[in-house]
């Protein structure tokens, strides 16, 4: 069992920008890596997810071009870069892992075996 740990959510104000990081206890490299947000009464949304060893990217169409998922090996920790944040976008974010993940077969639908507790960012109009 790998533990996931989400720092850095808040509010902030629409048009803001935060910044969250996912560490986990393990060496990450070889990872596919995602990030997801759950708003109350909706269904869990998978947001980005990123092969790290090639450095795939995949976003969901809402946050394309305003969030951007990148990870650091020395860390072992992926960031989720929010900027342009909307009000639509307060969720729970939550993180999540999966090791050797082909990177063909590391998107948005991976199967994620690892999950985080989740942060709260709240946008404010």
């Known amino acids: 069992q790998v533990q996931l740990a989400e720092t850095g959510g808040g509010s902030v104000q629409a048009g803001g920008s935060l910044g969250l990081s996912c560490v986990a206890p393990?060496?990450?490299?070889?990872?596919?890596m995602g990030w997801f947000r759950q708003a109350p009464g909706k269904e869990r949304e998978a947001v980005a997810a990123l092969y790290v060893r090639g450095g795939t990217t995949w976003y969901a169409d809402s946050v394309k071009g305003r969030f951007t998922i990148s990870h650091d090996n020395a860390k072992n920790a992926m960031s989720l870069q929010m900027n342009s944040l909307k009000v639509e976008d307060t969720a729970m974010y939550i993180c999540?892992?999966?090791?050797?993940?082909?990177?063909?077969?590391?998107?948005?639908?991976?199967?994620?075996?690892?999950w985080g507790q989740g942060t709260q960012v709240t946008v404010h109009s």
């Open positions: 999540a892992a999966k090791p050797n993940v082909p990177g063909r077969e590391c998107t948005l639908r991976t199967k994620f075996l690892y």
């Open positions: 393990t060496d990450t490299s070889r990872f596919c």
